[in-house]
């Protein structure tokens, strides 16, 4: 009896591991980058509920920007106004608690109709607005800046977007998931649903 209670255990164990498996896709981006804007727009916002419980996303919103002087100011390779937005970017991230949430902000505020300052996506988003313009303007902003550009440098970004898959990148994939995103994560898992 008891060796029928352990086989079964172990079978359900089994059957949620594989249920709970997924890809981890991290995307490096920048808030006023035309490709970024279209991969959002073209590849992820269409396919996302078909993938969504196959994919745990996370966004680092940071690109070809670098720090000057540990974080004193940044650069961004389109100007200023980008350099803002990744940094509410990062801070409102920081605040959405699940990924549906998380990509909804994303899908809102990377489109070529959003609002370039950023503030009409974060107010949609329903994290509190103080919260987010002390993160903004204080040293956590700063701080979750150097960390999206900590983790950016850990791989050799020419191009923005780029794609980590399960914390690995590998330039073919990462232009394959720029072309067509459910190819990337079908080479990378094929059990998932759709995948042939």
């Known amino acids: 009896m008891f060796l029928r209670f352990v086989s079964i255990l172990a079978l359900a164990l089994v059957a949620a591991t ?7 896709v991290t995307v490096f981006y920048e808030h006023l980058c035309p490709d970024s804007i279209r991969w959002i727009s073209n590849q992820l916002a269409p396919n996302y509920n078909a993938l969504r419980n196959h994919i ?3 966004f680092i919103p940071f690109g070809k920007a670098r720090s000057i002087n540990g974080g004193q100011s940044f650069e961004c390779q389109h100007g200023p ?6 940094r509410i970017q990062s801070c409102v991230l920081n605040q959405l608690p699940d990924q549906d949430r998380q990509v909804s902000y994303v899908t809102c505020q990377m489109s070529f109709d959003a609002d370039p300052r950023g503030w009409e996506c974060t107010f949609r988003s329903g994290v509190d607005l103080v919260s987010t313009q002390n993160c903004v303007e204080g040293v956590q ?3 979750l800046q150097l960390e999206a550009e900590r983790r950016t440098q850990q791989i050799p970004l020419t191009f923005v977007p780029s794609f980590a898959f399960n914390d690995q990148f590998d330039q073919e994939l990462n232009q394959l998931a720029f072309q067509d995103f459910p190819a990337a994560l079908c080479r990378v ?3 998932i649903a759709g995948c042939q």
């Open 189 to 191: 898992d094929s059990s």
């Open 56 to 58: 745990d996303l996370e």
């Open 18 to 24: 594989v249920v709970d498996a997924r890809v981890k």
């Open 141 to 143: 902003g700063v701080q």
């Open 81 to 86: 106004l980008e350099c803002e937005g990744n």
